[in-house]
Antibody, heavy 113, light 114 residues
Framework: EVQLVQSGAEVKKPGESLKISCKGSGYSFTSYWIGWVRQMPGKGLEWMGI????????RYSPSFQGQVTISADKSISTAYLQWSSLKASDTAMYYCASGVGYWGQGTLVTVSS | DIVMTQSPDSLAVSLGERATINCKSS????????????LAWYQQKPGQPPKLLIY???TRESGVPDRFSGSGSGTDFTLTISSLQAEDVAVYYC??????????FGQGTKLEIK
């Protein structure tokens, strides 16, 4: 069974750094892309970017280029989304997705002073 | 980037009636070499991740009730719920996976009971 398990909820202060994770199991991790999706409170789904774990090729949506970093460690079948300096506007639910139809449970990130 | 536009933004339908949601892409998502439309439909209920309903524009995901159907090609697509049930109240999204690495979503359509 394909599973994507994300790390737990985070509460951070503005300016802090953060790295959240998404661990894949039940399939060949290097064979399928992993994308990250943002959902701000009460809003729709926004595509942030994608990584191909086999070669770590990474692409970002223009809206998120330079704002976040996507990476992966294929040795432990895990993808990451990280921020170097969080803003209050980064408060959202973040989902990882692999292929068409496989989603993690989401990681809620709250940034507040 | 391919822009996906759904209509309407919200919809209220009586139980047992038909619900229709439209999705339009700013460019074709039909790949000519395999004649497949790279378009998916998702259902999202509060507090849950999106759930895949339809892929390749019209192929129902395993386990999805047959009252859900997808149609369309090129730039214009439709999700139809033939007989609305109470459990279908949710927000519905279309997503294109044609554009390399940029798999954009529509803005969502909120479906409620009238």
């Amino acid at each position: 069974e394909v599973q994507l398990v994300q790390s737990g909820a985070e509460v951070k202060k503005p300016g802090e750094s953060l790295k959240i994770s998404c661990k894949g199991s039940g399939y060949s991790f290097t064979s399928y892309w992993i994308g990250w999706v943002r959902q701000m409170p009460g809003k729709g789904l926004e595509w942030m970017g994608i990584i191909y774990p086999g070669d770590s090729d990474t692409r970002y949506s223009p809206s998120f280029q330079g704002q976040v970093t996507i990476s992966a460690d294929k040795s432990i079948s895990t993808a990451y989304l990280q921020w170097s300096s969080l803003k209050a506007s980064d408060t959202a639910m973040y989902y990882c997705a692999s292929g068409v139809g496989y989603w993690g449970q989401g990681t809620l990130v709250t940034v507040s002073s | 980037d391919i822009v996906m536009t759904q209509s309407p933004d919200s919809l209220a339908v009586s139980l047992g009636e038909r619900a229709t949601i439209n999705c339009k892409s700013s460019q074709s998502v039909l790949y000519s070499s395999n004649n497949k439309n790279y378009l998916a439909w998702y259902q999202q209920k509060p507090g849950q991740p999106p759930k895949l309903l339809i892929y390749w524009a019209s192929t129902r995901e395993s386990g999805v009730p047959d009252r859900f159907s997808g149609s369309g090609s090129g730039t214009d697509f439709t999700l139809t719920i033939s007989s609305l049930q109470a459990e279908d109240v949710a927000v519905y999204y279309c997503q294109q996976y044609y554009s390399t690495s940029m798999y954009t979503f529509g803005q969502g359509t909120k479906l409620e009971i009238k």
